[in-house]
């Protein structure tokens, strides 16, 4: 089991595709290579949200967790997601990556049936028990519709490969309460719009979309309110949230890959059936750009 220390800030890694939706592997290597080396972040979060994971098949999925291995090495901390809702196959790439060397595993709590605590708990011990590697828990309820509570997050943690949870939820007297009751697992902020209240609120780190083209003033942020500079802090957070506005409107995942293609990068397209970009996306796109970088 890799030792690395998880804490710090993650990007929420894209993944290239060619207009057909087949990998394009040379433009994902350019995205590693652009958020070790520019945006100079401390680790990368593979298989998310932000990387289309729920549309790839599972060979897909490896060949990804491949590319980003060989390309960052050891540079920085690698969290690969391996939830799924097919339990064999989140198994399956548990044992893959850790193979791999990467330093923790993570996974999304078991989405579109409802399943009970006792089946959520279930999973993760499926996932996790085999392997040795860490697992931090994906919790997203805007997505999932999976609400879990204190109590319900105190059972999971009794399994000690089970260190802490990417908290996305705006829901910041849960996080509070995490905080103050386990102060050994870790807690990473997962709303990039939410970086500095969650900083203020004691979090280990954070992980986000826009951390692939925003990863300076997100550095700063965090550094800012560690420190107690809250006001400096805040001036930050209000340009990072008008950008993340101004993302929003424009398509969220389809922006960021226009604006690294801005900076020269082949970020490609997204995987249908999300949209093909506009000629009115991909100006507005280019003004972001303009605007903000």
């Given at each position: 089991?890799?030792?690395?220390?998880?804490?710090?800030?993650?990007?929420?890694?894209?993944?290239?595709?060619?207009?057909?939706?087949?990998?394009?592997?040379?433009?994902?290597?350019?995205?590693?290579?652009?958020?070790?080396d520019k945006m100079k972040m401390d680790g990368l979060y593979v298989g998310g949200s932000t990387g289309e994971n729920f549309m790839l098949a599972t060979?897909?999925?490896?060949?990804?967790?491949?590319?980003?291995?060989?390309?960052?090495?050891?540079?920085?901390?690698?969290?690969?997601?391996?939830?799924?809702?097919?339990?064999?196959?989140?198994?399956?790439?548990?044992?893959?990556?850790?193979?791999?060397?990467?330093?923790?595993?993570?996974?999304?709590?078991?989405?579109?049936?409802?399943?009970?605590?006792?089946?959520?708990?279930?999973?993760?011990?499926?996932?996790?028990?085999?392997?040795?590697?860490?697992?931090?828990?994906?919790?997203?309820?805007?997505?999932?519709?999976?609400?879990?509570?204190?109590?319900?997050?105190?059972?999971?943690?009794?399994?000690?490969?089970?260190?802490?949870v990417k908290f996305t939820q705006a829901d910041f007297y849960l996080l509070e309460r995490m905080r103050k009751t386990f102060p050994d697992k870790l807690?990473?902020?997962?709303?990039?719009?939410?970086?500095?209240?969650?900083?203020?609120?004691?979090?280990?780190?954070?992980?986000?979309?826009?951390?692939?083209?925003?990863?300076?003033?997100?550095?700063?942020?965090?550094?800012?309110?560690?420190?107690?500079?809250?006001?400096?802090?805040?001036?930050?957070?209000?340009?990072?949230?008008?950008?993340?506005?101004?993302?929003?409107?424009?398509?969220?995942?389809?922006?960021?890959?226009?604006?690294?293609?801005?900076?020269?990068?082949?970020?490609?397209?997204?995987?249908?059936?999300?949209?093909?970009?506009?000629?009115?996306?991909?100006?507005?796109?280019?003004?972001?750009?303009?605007?903000?970088?």
């Amino acid at each position: 089991m890799s030792k690395r220390d998880l804490r710090g800030l993650y990007a929420a890694l894209l993944a290239s595709f060619h207009e057909d939706g087949t990998l394009n592997e040379s433009g994902l290597r350019q995205i590693v290579r652009h958020d070790i080396d520019k945006m100079k972040m401390d680790g990368l979060y593979v298989g998310g949200s932000t990387g289309e994971n729920f549309m790839l098949a599972t060979d897909e999925k490896k060949r990804i967790f491949e590319i980003v291995k060989d390309e960052a090495k050891d540079a920085v901390t690698l969290i690969a997601q391996v939830g799924s809702i097919n339990l064999k196959e989140s198994c399956e790439l548990a044992k893959f990556v850790t193979d791999l060397g990467y330093d923790a595993i993570s996974a999304v709590t078991p989405f579109y049936y409802k399943f009970s605590f006792d089946e959520i708990r279930h999973y993760y011990e499926s996932i996790i028990g085999p392997v040795d590697n860490r697992m931090v828990i994906y919790s997203i309820p805007f997505l999932t519709g999976v609400d879990m509570s204190l109590p319900q997050f105190g059972k999971l943690f009794e399994d000690k490969k089970i260190v802490g949870v990417k908290f996305t939820q705006a829901d910041f007297y849960l996080l509070e309460r995490m905080r103050k009751t386990f102060p050994d697992k870790l807690i990473f902020a997962g709303f990039d719009e939410m970086l500095l209240p969650a900083t203020v609120l004691g979090v280990d780190g954070a992980i986000g979309s826009t951390y692939n083209v925003n990863g300076p003033r997100a550095r700063q942020i965090f550094d800012l309110a560690r420190a107690g500079k809250t006001k400096e802090a805040l001036e930050i957070q209000h340009v990072t949230n008008d950008l993340i506005t101004d993302i929003l409107g424009n398509g969220l995942y389809g922006t960021i890959k226009l604006l690294l293609e801005e900076e020269g990068i082949h970020a490609g397209a997204c995987r249908e059936p999300m949209k093909a970009y506009t000629p009115e996306m991909r100006a507005r796109a280019k003004e972001i750009y303009k605007t903000y970088f």
